[in-house]
T-cell receptor, first 111, second 112 residues
């Protein structure tokens, strides 16, 4: 059973460009979470999704950030008009119920 | 708001020198407390879930315990390969909110 998959593993964008991060949950997992890890900071919750529904987006910045988990395909975290402060590691986790299992992360660098 | 504090921030041990990592938490109704291990450049690796005070779980050289205010991760006779950052997180049971609130982690270095 493959683990949580994320791609790309590394992403470089210039200020003002868009970043799209993808997450494929473990087979049989219907819950997807996105977290952000800044240098010297702990993991911070961003959004919780189930298929075609956003359940909790209380950790998402109000502007430029959006997330989806369509009926078919991976979950997408989209960051529009990136700024240097968006540079971080973005982790996706999936869950069958309680425990959350994390992917390897996407490291976003904004030049 | 749920809060997690881990201490110490960093810990250096000699191989074979047992110790404990602390995780203090406040949460409005605990659904679960989680321990993860994170190696540099990788995602957190799930270790344990604890659900209620008094519960203990073990895996190889690691044992996690839980009280109403804190959790400990005991490391017995550590080896260099146990070097990593150990993360503690809590999940509340209010409504549909199942997000994890993490501490900043404890970086463990084990010298051979």
């Amino acid at each position: 059973n493959a683990g949580v998959m994320q791609n790309p593993r590394h992403l470089v964008r210039r200020r003002g460009q868009e970043a799209r991060l993808r997450c494929s949950p473990m087979k049989g997992h219907s819950h997807v979470y996105w977290y952000r890890q800044l240098p010297e900071e702990g993991l911070k919750f961003m959004v919780y999704l189930q298929k075609e529904n956003i359940i909790d987006e209380s950790g998402m910045p109000k502007e430029r950030f959006s997330a989806e988990f369509p009926k078919e395909g991976p979950s997408i975290l989209r960051i529009q008009q990136v700024v240097r402060g968006d540079s971080a590691a973005y982790f996706c986790a999936s869950s069958p119920s309680v425990e959350q299992f994390f992917g390897p992360g996407t490291r976003l660098t904004v030049l | 708001e749920d809060q997690v504090t881990q201490s110490p921030e960093a810990l250096r041990l000699q191989e074979g020198e047992s110790s404990s990592l602390n995780c203090s938490y406040t949460v409005s109704g605990l659904r679960g407390l989680f321990w993860y291990r994170q190696d540099p450049g990788k995602g957190p690796e799930f270790l344990f879930t604890l659900y209620s005070a008094g519960e203990e779980k073990e895996k190889e050289r690691l044992k996690a315990t839980l009280t109403k205010k804190e959790s400990f991760l005991h490391i017995t006779a550590p080896k260099p390969e146990d070097s990593a950052t150990y993360l503690c997180a809590v999940q509340g049971n209010t409504g549909a909110n199942s997000k994890l609130t993490f501490g900043k982690g404890i970086t463990l270095s084990v010298r051979p």
